[in-house]
């Protein structure tokens, strides 16, 4: 199925902030033993820090995004793709789970760490289930 716009896998975003993981298109392996991956940003959006940083993420990040979402859904902290070479994410939520801090680490390229601060409604893990769906149907991937 072709989409007819990039999809919000992660959209994290309240009190004006955000931080949005973007799927722009999906990229073939150039070698046979490796998976295709989809392409995209991570976008990161507040009154004090704007910025992104392009990413690819594999099959495997999506599963883990699906555990993530899973363990965030129980009202435990989680981190996406961590230790990995890849941009990393970390979601903290407060005791009473109407907020979370979101931490996007980029240890490889430009070096920064910034950690953003946005409110969570019960409705937001019905919508990132949505996403992962979504996105899983416009680009499936060997091994997703």
Same mark, same amino acid.
């Given at each position: =199925? ?6 919000? !896998?992660? @959209? !994290? ?13 999906? +990229?073939?392996? +150039?070698?046979?033993?490796? %998976? ?10 507040? %009154?004090? $820090?704007?910025? @992104?940083?392009?990413? @690819? ?7 883990? &995004? +699906?555990?993530?979402?899973? /363990? ?7 981190? &996406? ?22 931490? $996007?680490?980029?240890?490889? =390229? @430009?070096? /920064?760490?910034?950690?953003? /601060? $946005?409110? *969570?409604?019960?409705? &937001?893990?019905?919508? %990132?289930?949505?996403?992962?769906? +979504? *996105?899983?149907? /416009? &680009? ?5």
């Amino acid at each position: =199925m072709a989409s007819e716009g990039p999809i919000d !896998l992660i @959209s !994290l975003e309240g009190e004006g902030n955000r931080v949005i993981v973007r799927i722009t298109g999906r +990229q073939s392996a +150039q070698d046979p033993p490796r %998976a295709d991956a989809l392409v995209g940003e991570i976008i990161v959006d507040t %009154a004090f $820090v704007r910025g @992104s940083i392009a990413t @690819s993420i594999f099959p495997e990040d999506l599963t883990e &995004w +699906q555990e993530a979402l899973d /363990t965030l859904d129980g009202g435990q902290d989680v981190s &996406w793709r961590e230790n990995k070479r890849a941009t990393e994410m970390f979601i903290e939520l407060d005791p009473d789970g109407e907020r979370a801090h979101v931490t $996007v680490a980029d240890r490889s =390229m @430009s070096l /920064t760490t910034v950690t953003v /601060t $946005v409110a *969570v409604a019960d409705a &937001w893990f019905d919508d %990132a289930y949505h996403r992962l769906d +979504q *996105v899983l149907r /416009t &680009w499936p991937l060997e091994g997703a």
